[in-house]
């Protein structure tokens, strides 16, 4: 690393509170960014900002304060439009997170547009919220869950799979950008050209893919796309479901109420245009204010700067990993199609006793089967440690992980 590079890390680091804090009496270590980010004090003051100086509703206020409030959550769908090229504002629906736009599309566009005879196809590298809800969706109409074949080692695709899995019964593909287990990131361009030309529309779960990668919804011609703030430097309880105009205005609501409607009688009523028909009720205003300003700050660092410090990081990881043949690496031991995400056992030691161990060190992991119980399966484990990454960490953390290695083998050796 250069020194050039060097100082723009540490500015990084700086601007996140909770990297001051220890844990363990030791300076904390996070690597569990695939759980969630640290958040940079630009979007707490964001935040916080709203409830100090306006705390009003919006959409609803002839006042002042009201056309503000109203103004920033606003310019906070622009920004997380142009975060993702979306071709306008209207195609951004502030949810609570991953979770509920996955939900969303499920409720609204599957149990619409879905039937027997159709087939939703998904993968075993799911997190259980882009695979629950399909299943849900199938039972409820008759439509069939397919699964795209992986690799025996499960560290990607099977060659083939997407061809032979996606054919003319298939109406939607429901696809993570990246495993959050594996850091495994599909061939998108691939499968949504294929699905496309077989006629299906395609959900891409951006969970774990937007926060670290530069993503173009229209040159990538993505249908929809779910994610979180709180995992790419913004608060909990806000997210966004992008989808293409023509979708949304053929889609029912999701929720109804307040807000979503146009005008409204004793026995019915009219849906608002878009963006609102999808957003019942008074939303997470302070939390969107806060996505906006952590899209800003993501911006002003630069995706592809974000993805390029997280590829060396893994590279570096895998590098590292080969010298210890007591280590397990899933996703394989290629840092190519893979983001920041490092899982692993040690010998046969159980995740949940690395990671008190890692603890104590003062480094923060995930440890479990990380809402990904298929995968386990397949895997033949009860679980996996995790360390995630983000623009804040550094080489030297990774070095203290493998150091604190030593640790575990000497309780369990
Ligand atoms: N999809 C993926 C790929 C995820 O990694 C997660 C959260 C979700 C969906 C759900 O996101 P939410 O914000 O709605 O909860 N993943 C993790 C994880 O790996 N550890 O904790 C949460």
Redesign the pocket.
């Known amino acids: 690393m250069t020194e050039v590079q060097t100082k723009a890390l540490a500015g990084i680091r700086e601007q996140f509170p909770v990297l001051e804090r220890e844990m363990r009496g030791k300076p904390l270590i996070y690597l569990d960014n ?2 969630t980010s640290l958040k940079p004090k630009r979007v707490i003051d964001a935040e916080l900002g709203y409830y100090r100086t306006n705390s009003t509703n919006i959409h609803r206020g002839v006042y002042e304060l009201s056309e503000a409030a109203t103004e920033q959550y606003d310019s906070a769908r622009a920004a997380v439009a142009g975060f993702v090229n979306a071709a306008n504002p209207q195609e951004i629906i502030f949810t609570r ?4 736009s996955i939900n969303l599309v499920g409720y609204s566009w599957g149990r619409t547009f879905l039937e027997a005879g159709d087939e939703i196809v998904t993968t075993e590298l799911e ?1 259980h ?2 695979l629950v809800v399909w299943q849900e969706v199938a039972n409820a109409t008759g439509a069939a869950l397919r699964f795209l074949p992986l690799r025996d080692d499960s560290s990607g695709l099977a060659d083939g799979a997407v061809e032979a899995t996606i054919g003319e019964k298939t109406k939607l593909v429901a696809i ?1 950008g990246m495993s ?1 287990v594996t850091g495994y990131m599909p061939p998108l361009a691939d499968i949504i050209a294929r699905a496309h030309a077989v006629g299906a529309v395609v959900l891409v ?1 951006g ?2 893919l937007v926060a670290h990668h530069p993503v173009d919804v229209q040159a990538l011609d993505i249908d929809f796309l779910a994610w ?1 703030g ?2 790419m430097c913004g608060p909990s309880g806000i ?1 966004a479901l992008y989808a293409k105009e023509s979708l949304l205005e053929r889609m029912p609501p999701f929720h109804y109420g307040g807000d979503m409607i146009e005008r409204v009688w004793a026995d019915r009523a009219t849906y608002a245009p878009l963006p609102e028909k999808f957003e019942a009720g008074t939303p997470n205003i302070a939390g969107a204010i806060g996505m906006g300003e952590a899209v800003r700050f993501l911006e002003s660092v630069g995706l592809d700067r974000i993805a390029d410090h997280e590829h060396d990081l893994i590279a570096y990881t895998l590098e590292h990993a080969r010298r210890h043949s007591d280590l397990t690496v899933y996703g394989g031991t290629g840092s190519a199609s893979r983001g920041g995400i490092f899982s692993f056992n040690l010998g046969d030691v159980h995740s949940h006793d690395v990671g008190m161990i890692l603890d104590s060190a003062g480094i923060a992991v ?1 440890a479990g089967f ?2 990904a119980q298929p995968l386990m399966r397949r895997f033949g484990i009860p679980g996996t440690v995790r360390a995630s990454y983000y623009l804040y960490n550094t080489r030297e953390e990774i070095d203290a992980l493998f150091t604190a290695f030593d640790r575990v083998r000497e309780i369990f050796g």
């Open positions: 695939g759980a997170g991953t979770t509920e997190h919220s882009n993570t959050n779960d969970a774990q979180s709180h995992k997210g995930r990380h809402c």
